[in-house]
């Protein structure tokens, strides 16, 4: 398939005389940001991805992520470091409607995964994937659950643009199923007084990385799990409410898509609301459409104290919830 506009671009700055290409970081938490990356650094990462997944030369790679952002980038970079044949479609909700070829090594957001899902034809190209890497966006259980028993290699990525995609993964199937990241050989990993995780992996980037990813180790001290963003945090009532885990909480009885956010309050200090999509399959839904969990089940203090419907959840260009936009969002429709 012929490369994409994008893809084009990023190969002539690839191919230029330039030892660094500039990117942006997705903006979930605010403006995306411009980076210039060394283009040795880039190599060194796609080297590592495919040595761990045991990636050869010939093995066919489906790019199917905007070259806009680092997880396209990388797809490409991972394909000429390792000589695989790159099969290239437009970044779309459903990548491999159009494709026929086998596909060796895929990476997808979330939001693709479980949109193949839901088509027969897709989930079986799906499930023919030797290693699939899922980035971009939290897994929710759902996903999880219905990718568990596929016969192949599927992993979540942690990562983020400035460490040049992912540092580490963790098995989504099979028997090594497990809620942990495993580093990348070469990555060291540690957790501040925050209890934000460090990352120092000095062959993707020169400078250790401070993330505001609320973390902790498994029992080997080395494998983590990601609880939370602490920027993520409503303190309502002296409370600290986690928005990924009250999310997680209300997802059973939410049908539709939605979100958390938060606004100020005078007696609170800060309380959480609930962003609900109105749009979904083009009917309009209504606060009896579901059943929010009693006050009861849920920890002191986390339940959301607004509920908003908005036309459309603010999101990023990557496919992530939008956290600023969502937060301004809500201020304005209380004001």
């Keep these: 398939m012929p490369a994409t506009e994008a893809t084009n671009r990023f190969l002539a700055a690839w191919n230029d005389a330039s030892d660094k290409v500039l990117v942006h970081t997705s903006g979930s938490t605010g403006k995306p940001k411009p980076l210039w990356v060394e283009k040795r650094r880039m190599l060194a990462s796609a080297r590592i991805t495919c040595d761990f997944l045991g990636l050869k030369e010939g093995d066919t790679a489906l790019l199917c992520l905007s070259t806009d952002f680092i997880a396209g980038k990388m797809m490409v970079v991972r394909a000429l470091e390792r000589k695989m044949r790159l099969i290239t479609v437009e970044p779309s909700g459903h990548p491999l409607a159009s494709v026929e070829q086998p596909i060796d090594f895929a ?7 479980y949109n193949a899902l839901q088509v027969p034809e897709e989930r079986d190209k799906l499930m023919r994937i030797k290693h699939l890497i899922i980035g971009g966006g939290a897994i929710d259980d759902d996903l999880a659950q219905a990718l568990k028993d596929f016969p192949h290699f599927v992993w979540s990525t942690y990562g983020m643009t400035e460490t040049l995609s992912h540092i580490a993964l963790r098995r989504l199937n099979g028997a090594e199923a497990s809620s942990y ?20 992996a000095p062959h993707v980037c020169n400078e250790v990385i401070v993330t505001n990813d609320i973390a902790e180790f498994g029992p080997d001290g080395r494998c983590f799990r990601i609880l939370g963003r602490k920027d993520n945090v409503i303190c309502s009532g002296g409370i600290k409410i986690q928005i990924e885990e009250l999310e997680r909480l209300l997802k059973p009885h939410i049908p539709v898509p939605f979100m958390v956010t938060k606004v100020k309050d005078e007696k609170f200090g800060e309380v959480g609301v609930l962003l609900i999509s109105r749009a979904t399959d083009s009917q309009s839904i209504s606060p009896s459409s579901f059943l929010l969990p009693p006050s009861s089940s849920l920890p002191n203090y986390w339940s959301p104290r607004h509920i908003l419907f908005v036309d459309h959840l603010p999101m990023t260009a990557t496919g992530k919830p939008a956290r600023k936009e969502a937060e301004e969002l809500a201020r304005k429709l209380l004001e």
């Design 181 to 200: 990241y495993v580093p990348f050989d070469g990555v060291d990993v540690s957790l501040n007084d925050d209890h934000c995780l460090v990352i120092h």
């Design 107 to 113: 990476a997808m957001v979330p939001m693709q995964v």
